[in-house]
């Protein structure tokens, strides 16, 4: 018998879901048979991909979120709740980035990358797991106690690479992040681990491989290529299902070898 992963009536909330990784993510945990919660700024993209989720025959719902805004964090949260249901998966994977030398990064600068990477991550992953929490305590109602909370990283908080230093740091405490959530999280059930993507082909940089500093960067890679989207699939459906319960803490590396 072929071995499978069923996430058939868990419910899955993911940041950044309006493109790249996060819609991706989203597509391949409702395939897998999860309730998806499509969470970002730009409605009108996840609008998009509600429609072709639902169109395959699963089930999404969309809410507004603006991970810099603790007060959207927790609107939004408790609305997908009223909506699906108690969230039992969270892919936190907001992020953004820039490129300069660490002497030309301006407070501003620092403030854009720090402010959704770290600062709107642990918010958004501290009022998911308040939830997990009391539902593990027995204080709120849900068929599922404990949860999984995947924390999307960087191999850039693993290897520091040049001209996104901020970047690099703000992966780095992503990582140290999940394994204090995953010490203090995971006696209540909740399992918190880290996926570090390494470079990764999705829409917002797709051109740039072509172009010849792309093609410089892709000559230094391991093996010579980039991975697409569906490359983490596997990993982000295991992260999410019962089957990781012995996973927990975890820094995973999905880089082709990268930051060996």
């Not at 507004?64 to 892919?91: F, N, P, Y």
Request: charged share 20%; with cysteine; proline share 2%.
């Amino acid at each position: 018998m072929a071995y499978s992963i069923d996430l058939s009536g868990r419910v899955a909330f993911v940041t950044g879901a309006s493109s790249g990784l996060g819609a991706q993510f989203a597509k391949v945990l409702s395939a897998a048979g999860a309730g998806v919660v499509l969470a970002a700024r730009r409605v009108e993209r996840l609008k998009a991909l509600r429609a072709e989720i639902e169109a395959e025959g699963g089930d999404a719902h969309v809410v507004e979120l603006d991970v810099t805004d603790h007060m959207s964090i927790k609107a939004a949260v408790a609305h997908a709740e009223t909506e699906m249901g108690s969230i039992d998966i969270l892919v936190n994977n907001s992020g953004v980035s820039t490129t300069q030398r660490l002497q030309d990064v301006a407070p501003e600068d620092y403030d854009y990358v720090f402010d959704t990477n770290v600062k709107g991550a642990f918010f958004v992953a501290q009022e998911v797991g308040k939830r997990m929490l009391a539902r593990s305590r027995g204080a709120a109602p849900g068929s599922f106690t404990g949860g999984r909370i995947i924390n999307i990283a960087s191999m850039a908080g693993l290897k520091v690479l040049p001209q996104i230093g901020a970047y690099c740091m703000s992966k780095a405490a992503v990582v140290q992040m999940t394994r204090a959530m995953a010490l203090e999280w995971g006696r209540f059930g909740i399992n918190v681990n880290a996926l570090c993507p390494g470079y990764i082909d999705t829409e917002i940089n797709h051109s740039h491989w072509q172009t010849e500093q792309g093609q410089k960067l892709i000559s230094m890679l391991p093996r010579k290529r980039v991975g697409q989207p569906q490359d983490l699939d596997a990993l982000i459906v295991m992260l999410a299902s019962d089957q990781s319960h012995f996973v927990n803490g975890a820094v995973i590396a999905a880089d082709d070898g990268f930051a060996v």
